[in-house]
């Protein structure tokens, strides 16, 4: 069937064309266990090769069957743990229907999703702890959050900024050893130089606060602006919290802007004890960086920036030109426009995703998901310690079990072990772990996000490592 133009000529065809992708995408949730990560084929980018001949929505729909829906990137399977990836809710799928049928443009303007997003920034302000009057937006994910938060706090040390640059003064910013990548983007990003982003040394896996107020006390000395110190709740490494109380008290008492990566454990706030508590003190930051698409499962994309001072979040952003004015009534009021609070100007509905998640599950459901995930990955490091020749890199303190196949090996073949499994267990489809290095040993490492994960999951993958370190030792 060809359409003439981009006009649906037969509707009744589109329908249940429609109707049966939206089949295939439940079957394809429901059977998520079913479903887990696979190589792509040889002749993928032949088969994804644009054709543009207009084939209709029959063949289009076939294609994305066969050729799309089988590659996904293995993250809605019970047992992947890899990186930190959020699992994806079958709310999204309604969420997505309708975000697309209405196509919004979250910029501004007087329409219902730029309300929705309030109410879910407001619920989010809530949940963290910050106060009333507090302002937020969705965006891509904690990366984008945080060169969001790390420019107003640029702003309250330079206020002409936006102006006149940077000019001469050298910022110098702070985060503990162990701070996610995104945080050297965006010092880098926004031409504060990776060299002036400090690494602070940590004690208990928590940020030296004294050490800190050294290193900030030589900077100053030496003619620098310490501006900003970055807290993290949730290390990507290890699941490690800095104490976000210690580190408010440290930033008020040093003049700097406290910024908390938050990307997956901010949501220890709505955990139950004693997880819960890993987070306190986060509602005392100036600025929050979090994700819905990790610990809150929410489909991709899906991240909020959060500033404790609308006004500084909005002057460092704020830009009206004549084509953007505002208006009393109809569609250009409905202020405030989102376009001030970030880089986009041009936003999609991300709220429909999380408001709908929440109304269809209950927070109830998601404080539970996050508790279990805790305890899932406890369990890991007690499966480890029962095998034999395993071991722990770290105590688990959240989510994240980081571990070795085989202890008993010197730390190059522990490293070319741990790798090969991760391997051979993601090809093999059993379960997906990723790794990284730990005083320069590669390791395995789980970082739960998953609220399909259950007990018998972890316990299986730990039996499948341990099969494959006994038939891989010499590796
Ligand atoms: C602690 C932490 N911060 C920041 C990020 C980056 O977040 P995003 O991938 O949403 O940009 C991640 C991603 O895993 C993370 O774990």
Redesign the pocket.
């Known amino acids: 069937m060809a359409d003439q133009g981009i006009k649906t000529q037969d509707w009744d065809t589109f329908r249940a064309e429609a109707q049966r992708m939206l089949e295939a995408a439940l079957d394809q949730m429901q059977q998520a266990a079913e479903r887990p990560w696979q190589p792509v084929p040889d002749d993928i980018d032949a088969r994804y090769a644009v054709q543009a001949e207009a084939r209709g929505p029959q063949e289009t729909v076939d294609r994305i069957i066969a050729d799309v829906l089988p590659y996904h990137g293995g993250n809605t399977h019970p047992r992947f743990w890899g ?2 990836q959020g699992s994806g809710l079958a709310s999204d799928l309604i969420a997505s229907v309708a975000a697309a049928a209405v196509n919004a443009n979250m910029g501004g303007r007087d329409h219902g999703a730029n309300y929705m997003e309030r109410a879910v920034v407001d619920w989010t302000r809530r949940k963290m702890g910050m106060p009333e009057g507090a302002s937020g937006l969705l965006v891509t ?4 959050a945080t060169v969001i938060a790390f420019q107003a706090a640029r702003l309250r040390a330079l206020p002409d900024l936006r102006k006149r640059g940077q000019g001469d003064g050298r910022l110098t910013a702070y985060a503990g050893e162990g701070v ?1 990548n ?1 945080t050297l983007k965006a010092v880098e990003l926004l031409g504060i130089g990776s060299d002036n982003l400090r690494k602070v040394p940590l004690v208990d896996g928590r940020m030296d606060c004294a050490a800190l107020a050294e290193m900030v006390a030589q900077d100053r000395a030496a003619g620098a602006l310490p501006f900003l110190v970055v807290g ?1 709740a ?3 490494d290890l699941g490690l919290f800095d104490d976000l109380n210690a580190l408010a008290d440290a930033a008020a008492e040093l003049g700097l802007w406290l910024h908390v ?1 938050g ?2 454990g901010a949501w220890t706030r709505i955990a139950a004890e004693p997880y819960r508590s890993l987070s306190d003190g986060i509602g005392r930051a100036d600025s929050i960086a979090l ?1 819905f ?2 610990w809150m499962y929410v489909g991709y994309d899906c ?1 909020m920036a959060l500033i404790r001072n609308e006004a500084e979040h909005r002057a460092a952003f704020a830009a009206r030109p004549s084509y953007l004015e505002g208006a009393e009534r109809g569609l250009a009021g409905g202020e405030p426009w989102f376009c001030d609070y970030g880089i986009d100007l041009s936003r999609g509905n991300r709220a429909l995703k999380v408001w709908t998640a929440l109304e269809t599950y209950g927070e109830a459901a998601f404080s539970e998901a996050i508790t279990g995930n805790c305890g899932l990955a406890a369990l890991m490091a007690a499966e480890v310690a029962a095998q034999p020749k395993m071991a722990l890199a770290a105590p688990v303190v959240s989510n994240v079990c980081v571990f070795t196949a085989r202890a008993d090996l010197p730390p190059d073949a522990q490293s070319r072990l741990n790798a090969e499994i991760a391997q051979v267990l993601q090809e093999s489809g059993e379960a997906v772990f990723s790794t990284t290095r730990v005083d320069g040993r590669v390791l395995l490492r789980a970082a739960i996000t998953n609220h399909r994960s259950r007990a018998p999951d972890v316990r299986a993958a730990i039996v499948a490592v341990a099969r494959e370190a006994d038939e891989r030792a010499g590796v």
């Open positions: 990186w930190v994910g904690t990366s984008q996610h995104a993290t949730g290390s990507v990566d990307a997956f994700d698409h990790k991240g």
